[in-house]
């Protein structure tokens, strides 16, 4: 299949610097989003050591086939889903590495997609989030590593109670917060005109998925546009935070 992508990122209403970055590597087919955390600048330098790390893992392990990888191969899951796990634990490494020699705190959300043979190859660490639109219906792939979530999974919660939690915004992994974390892997079986989007929560978070999916149908050959207007919607909703959205539209065979 045929793809189309792009990639668009804004500081929002509220923020004085955008901590989020992203990265698009058409080459490996290779698709990220990050949202740091840790203020003066060290958020910032935690979003792009991530997809720097990442990128640069993948370009060096595809044109050496005998490198070294980092960490052992995980043999209950496909070298795909190895190969996006350990460059994002290596990610996770170089930022714990750089906490700890002065940017105390510092810390940043990762979610990659990988396209390749017959899958789309979804990492992520944290509560930025992967989105499938599927003929008419959007789904949310990834589950966020969150407090909220975690509260979910024990109590139901009224909307009302949701949009109330007081640590909404609490996150309950992320890279760099410790020497090793664990990543989510997954493999999604896609189909022709499928469309991911990837985000970080200053778009989820001011953004309804009804919303999210009105924008995602329309003028689906523009997927710069649509970036456009779902960083639009997000700072219409109050633009409380850094806000980045990447788009990967798998474009039907004629």
């Known amino acids: 299949m045929k793809v189309q992508f792009s990639g668009a990122t804004d500081v929002g209403l509220k923020r004085d610097h955008n901590e989020d970055s992203f990265f698009l590597m058409a080459e490996q087919n290779l698709y990220m989003v990050a949202d740091g955390m840790g203020g003066h600048s060290s958020g910032e330098v935690a979003?792009?050591?991530?997809v720097e790390t990442v990128a640069k893992f993948f370009a060096?392990?595809?044109?050496?086939?005998?490198?070294t990888w980092p960490y052992r191969m995980d043999k209950g899951i496909s070298y795909e889903e190895n190969r996006l796990a350990s460059g994002i634990m290596l990610a996770n490494r170089r930022i714990?590495?750089?906490?700890?020699?002065?940017?105390?705190g510092m810390g940043t959300t990762l979610v990659a997609c990988v396209l390749v043979d017959g899958g789309v190859v979804i990492g992520h660490v944290g509560d930025s989030r992967v989105y499938r639109w599927r003929r008419g219906q959007l789904t949310q792939v990834t589950e966020d590593h969150s407090l909220l979530n975690d509260f979910m999974k024990v109590k139901k919660l009224s909307d009302e109670e949701i949009a109330n939690f007081?640590?909404?915004?609490?996150i309950v992994r992320a890279l760099g917060m410790k020497d090793n974390v664990q990543v989510d892997v997954r493999t999604d079986v896609p189909e022709e005109g499928d469309l991911y989007l990837l985000c970080s929560d200053g778009l989820s978070g001011m953004v309804?998925?009804?919303e999210?999916?009105?924008i995602l149908s329309t003028d689906q050959d523009d997927v710069e546009?649509?970036?456009s207007r779902l960083i639009a919607a997000a700072n219409r909703g109050g633009g409380v935070d850094n806000i980045t959205a990447v788009i990967i539209r798998l474009i039907p065979g004629e």
């Open 225 to 227: 546009g649509l970036c």
């Open 96 to 104: 714990h590495e750089a906490a700890t020699e002065g940017k105390k």
């Open 47 to 50: 979003s792009r050591i991530a």
């Open 208 to 210: 309804t998925d009804a």
């Open 212 to 214: 999210m999916a009105a």
């Open 166 to 170: 007081p640590h909404k915004n609490v």
């Open 60 to 67: 060096d392990s595809d044109a050496d086939e005998d490198l």
